[in-house]
């Protein structure tokens, strides 16, 4: 869920402006899985704007302050998740420590990053939600831990029932502070894409395994 509706609005819009989100029904992104989309996010380009970067930050801040209150560490998820985590772990006074996909083969063999102690309450900052799956490693690593995760807060979902199935699973708590329906509403009141481009966005959001089909070269 969004906290604030403006809030999200104004998020969407940064987000746009310096393409760390980008629309393109007409030659689609290729994902890491090989699926074709009509949308690709990298929200770390925002880190180069100190203007966003801050309104990002203290958006992150509000809506952990407003959801979950107190926490005793805040965890970032590797790699999107560190920058902005340690910037909240920052603002808060807190502990900051970051999760891997998987532990290193080399070293200590870390999985988590930093001193954390169990039963220690912690808040997941994460950049960008798709299927949730690699989110959620870094939840059941932190509760492999010993730790009370309160939730998950990142800056922008795909909003994929995929997500939310598997968030419910798990039982974890996600707030985001934009989502795909308030992006591609901006989108097209800011004329960043085509009114005509707008069947095409939903249609990929309900099924983006058959619309990545039917758009492969």
């Given at each position: 869920m969004i906290i604030n509706q403006d809030y999200a609005a104004k998020t969407a819009e940064y987000l746009l402006t310096v393409k760390a989100v980008k629309l393109n029904n007409e030659h689609p992104f290729t994902w890491a899985s090989g699926r074709k989309s009509p949308i690709?996010?990298?929200n770390r380009v925002t880190l180069s704007y100190p203007e966003i970067r801050t309104f990002i930050r203290q958006g992150f801040v509000e809506a952990i302050a407003g959801t979950w209150g107190d926490v005793d560490v805040v965890a970032g998820v590797a790699t999107g998740g560190i920058a902005q985590g340690a910037l909240v772990a920052q603002e808060?006074?807190?502990p900051f420590v970051y999760v891997r996909s998987e532990q290193k083969?080399?070293?200590l063999a870390n999985q988590i990053e930093g001193e954390i102690r169990e039963g220690q309450s912690v808040v997941v900052i994460e950049d960008l939600v798709s299927t949730g799956k690699s989110s959620l490693i870094a939840v059941r690593a932190l509760r492999d831990k010993g730790c009370i995760v309160k939730g998950m807060a990142a800056i922008f979902t795909y909003g994929?029932?995929?997500a939310a199935d598997n968030f419910a699973a798990e039982g974890v708590e996600l707030v985001t502070l934009t989502d795909y329906?308030?992006?591609i509403?901006?989108?097209q009141r800011h004329e960043f894409i085509?009114?005509?481009a707008m069947q095409s966005l939903a249609n990929w959001r309900?099924?983006?395994e058959r619309w990545s089909d039917d758009h492969m070269n």
């Amino acid at each position: 869920m969004i906290i604030n509706q403006d809030y999200a609005a104004k998020t969407a819009e940064y987000l746009l402006t310096v393409k760390a989100v980008k629309l393109n029904n007409e030659h689609p992104f290729t994902w890491a899985s090989g699926r074709k989309s009509p949308i690709y996010c990298d929200n770390r380009v925002t880190l180069s704007y100190p203007e966003i970067r801050t309104f990002i930050r203290q958006g992150f801040v509000e809506a952990i302050a407003g959801t979950w209150g107190d926490v005793d560490v805040v965890a970032g998820v590797a790699t999107g998740g560190i920058a902005q985590g340690a910037l909240v772990a920052q603002e808060f006074g807190k502990p900051f420590v970051y999760v891997r996909s998987e532990q290193k083969s080399h070293g200590l063999a870390n999985q988590i990053e930093g001193e954390i102690r169990e039963g220690q309450s912690v808040v997941v900052i994460e950049d960008l939600v798709s299927t949730g799956k690699s989110s959620l490693i870094a939840v059941r690593a932190l509760r492999d831990k010993g730790c009370i995760v309160k939730g998950m807060a990142a800056i922008f979902t795909y909003g994929l029932q995929v997500a939310a199935d598997n968030f419910a699973a798990e039982g974890v708590e996600l707030v985001t502070l934009t989502d795909y329906d308030t992006l591609i509403d901006v989108a097209q009141r800011h004329e960043f894409i085509r009114s005509e481009a707008m069947q095409s966005l939903a249609n990929w959001r309900l099924n983006p395994e058959r619309w990545s089909d039917d758009h492969m070269n």
